[in-house]
């Protein structure tokens, strides 16, 4: 009888990582992953996040500028065994002399000033170099302009230019924006730089050449220059590969002016890929939809016939093409229409997404502020839903992270009920984004068109925690929700308890923060919070203060500081207030005092300095008609 083994189980090396990965749950109340769990190294805000974010890669620059200045004193390999594709890289020139192979060498090791050197010693030496070697020299020149690379921009476009047959020539889009004048954010291309220089004193160039110098010129924002290489490339009888049409298609509003001749100046370099017999890709459209973006109502109409194009040559859109689509409609005149942005999010919810385009990671961003724009929660929440599956979250950065989650925050205070809103709020701060002082005077008008104001204490604690306790506007609007209307007696302990925080604000300064100005508003507010809590004196404190700073409370505000003084004895802080209301001359003193009478268990003493208040006033009041007179 046959006997059957059963077969042994292949098992995903992930399989257990992932098992474990997926029963943990994010701790709202933790800061993001990349920080250190430590309260003093913990952001406070999107401000402090950024700044931390760049503090933390600065220190990995730092690190790696060290070992490659200084690379005597990491000579030691301690580990056992050892892992070279561990260790740190070999970043010192091994080969000697002057020949095609240390050419080589310290082109791989992106040293530009080396190889630029090493390269005129041999042409000076009548060594020739070979075609090869100096279009690899090409794309070192042009990938970083002709300039050394910096620490920060060594690591963000080193697996460019070491990815396996593929040059500056075959890049992906590029990442800079332009300028008016073809001028680039970043490093420029200079006239007559060590790229052009060697270019023209090459005695053989192929088609590899002239790609290398059209996107070097591109991305270092010479657009005209590109241009005419690519005629020269055109009169050589060369052909250009699907990359350098992809960079000279996003160079096109450099070139042209006119909305239309942007577009008949694409539609060109389509029809020469035609002709040539190049494939386009993802970039090129992409890049084509990039352009439309610049060509106003012409690329209203045209971006959907490229997003039919696509279809028919089976190429699956990224999210930049998404984000090129939504930004063409809804920033390029009236309201992006809602029906765009469902479509569009028809086939995001669909897919998980890989980078293939730098612009993919505007898209979450984009969307969400049209859907704010729009006023569309439904959206939202399905743009949401399709930011959170699988891996497309990786999109987005700390920056647009932050804003993202702000945006949504925002639409979900003006649109959801107050529960729901509360329910984000405290799943999402501070673990998924840090409040914008926006985001809180949003949650704060929510509060208030839901009529839940005794949330307005915790808001207040997040506001000391965020580092907003000193933003004016977010002062006022804080008391004055808190001051409008009277509520049971814990709620206004706690508003009582916020107002004390508050003066404490405003009577401490630093050296380096300029002290905060009372308003009128908001002393009347910080009176009207402590007398319905009972504190007279505190009360009292803060209406001194309309003296110092010239201003005139309200008739509601002594009035409400007259409550409570009765209410808690305190008959010497009402006189006071009738002292105060005469000196201001307020016709409502003679009313005050008339209450006093009425309301109030006054002494002998008390009386007399009452009448004596109403005398000066009457004589004062006499002198005038006699004035007159």
Same mark, same amino acid.
């Given at each position: 009888? !046959? ?22 749950? %994010? ?9 250190? $769990? ?30 490659? &200045? ?6 030691? +390999? ?34 530009? #000033? ?43 476009? #080193? ?36 790229? !052009? ?14 790609? /290398? ?36 298609? +996003? ?24 002709? &040539? ?16 973006? *610049?060509?106003?109502?012409?690329? %209203? ?44 999010? $028809? ?9 293939? @385009?730098? $612009? ?14 729009? #006023? ?14 699988? @891996?497309?979250?990786?999109?987005? @950065? ?37 409040? /914008? ?48 209307? &009277? ?22 300064? %630093?050296?380096? &923060? ?21 504190? +007279? ?7 001194? *203060? ?21 209410? /808690? ?13 005469? =000196? ?20 002998? #003493?008390?009386?007399? /300095?009452?009448?004596?208040? %109403?005398?000066?006033?009457?004589? =004062? ?9």
């Amino acid at each position: 009888e !046959e006997i059957v083994l059963p077969r042994k189980k292949t098992w995903d090396k992930l399989a257990v990582l992932q098992t474990l990965a997926s029963t943990v749950n %994010r701790d709202p109340t933790a800061a993001h992953y990349m920080f250190q $769990d430590d309260p003093f190294l913990m952001p406070r805000n999107a401000a402090n996040s950024r700044l931390f974010a760049l503090s933390k890669e600065s220190g990995k620059n730092t690190a790696k500028y060290i070992i490659k &200045q200084f690379p005597q004193y990491f000579d030691k +390999t301690l580990a056992e065994p050892n892992v070279s594709c561990l260790m740190p890289e070999t970043l010192t020139p091994q080969i000697e002399g002057v020949s095609e192979e240390s050419l080589k060498e310290r082109v791989h090791l992106r040293r530009v #000033k080396d190889s630029v050197d090493l390269f005129d010693q041999l042409i000076q030496a009548g060594t020739p170099v070979s075609l090869e070697t100096t279009n690899s020299l090409l794309d070192l020149l042009c990938f970083y302009g002709d300039r050394e690379p910096t620490p920060e921009k060594e690591e963000e476009e #080193k697996e460019d230019l070491e990815e396996p047959q593929v040059n500056v020539s075959e890049q992906k889009a590029p990442k800079r924006q332009f300028q008016r004048g073809s001028q680039s954010s970043g490093s420029r291309w200079r006239e007559d730089n060590n790229a !052009e220089r060697i270019f023209k004193i090459m005695p053989e160039r192929n088609a590899h050449s002239y790609c /290398t110098m059209i996107r070097g010129m591109v991305k270092h924002g010479a657009a005209a220059k590109a241009y005419d290489m690519y005629t020269d490339l055109l009169n050589e009888r060369h052909k250009a590969d699907v990359h350098t049409f992809n960079a000279l298609i +996003t160079a096109v509003p450099y070139l042209k002016e006119r909305f239309l001749e942007r577009w008949e100046l694409a539609k060109v370099f389509l029809n020469h890929m035609a002709q &040539q017999g190049v494939q386009p890709n993802l970039l090129t459209f992409n890049a084509v939809l990039k352009t439309l973006r *610049r060509c106003g109502t012409v690329g %209203r109409s045209m971006s959907l016939l490229v997003i039919k194009e696509m279809e028919a040559l089976d190429i699956e859109p990224s999210l930049a093409t998404y984000d090129h689509l939504l930004f063409i409609f809804y920033r390029g005149g009236d309201l992006c229409p809602s029906g765009i942005i469902s479509e569009v999010l $028809d086939d995001v919810e669909k897919r998980t997404f890989t980078p293939q @385009d730098p $612009d993919d990671a505007n898209f979450f961003a984009t969307a969400m502020q049209a859907c704010c724009d729009l #006023k569309d929660i439904k959206l939202a929440y399905r743009l949401n839903k399709a930011m959170e599956k699988g @891996d497309n979250w990786k999109f987005l @950065d700390v920056d647009r992270l932050n804003a993202y989650w702000s945006k949504f925050f925002s639409l979900l205070c003006m649109m959801e009920q107050i529960d729901v809103v509360l329910k984000w709020y405290k799943g999402m701060s501070p673990s998924l984004f840090y409040p /914008t002082p926006k985001n809180i005077l949003d949650l704060l008008q929510a509060l208030d068109a839901a009529n839940h104001l005794e949330v307005i204490p915790s808001v207040w604690e997040d506001m000391k925690q965020l580092g907003f306790n000193r933003r004016q506007d977010l002062l006022e609007e804080l008391l004055s929700l808190m001051s409008r209307e &009277q509520h049971p007696e814990e709620i206004q302990l706690a508003f009582a308890k916020c107002a004390e925080d508050i003066k404490a604000v405003h009577e401490q300064s %630093r050296r380096d &923060q300029a002290p905060l100005e009372w308003t009128s508003n908001m002393l009347g507010h910080v009176v009207l919070l402590f007398s319905r809590a009972g504190r +007279t004196q505190d009360a009292w404190n803060m209406m001194e *203060r309309f003296q110092q700073i010239n201003r005139i409370p309200t008739e509601q505000v002594m009035d409400e500081f007259l409550n409570c003084a009765k209410q /808690t004895n305190c008959p010497d802080e009402a006189i006071k207030l009738v002292k105060l209301a005469v =000196s201001f001359g307020l016709p409502s003193s003679q009313r005050l005092k008339s209450r006093m009478e009425k309301e109030f268990e006054l002494s002998e #003493k008390q009386k007399k /300095t009452l009448e004596s208040i %109403r005398s000066d006033s009457d004589s =004062s009041d006499s002198d005038s008609d006699s004035d007159s007179d």
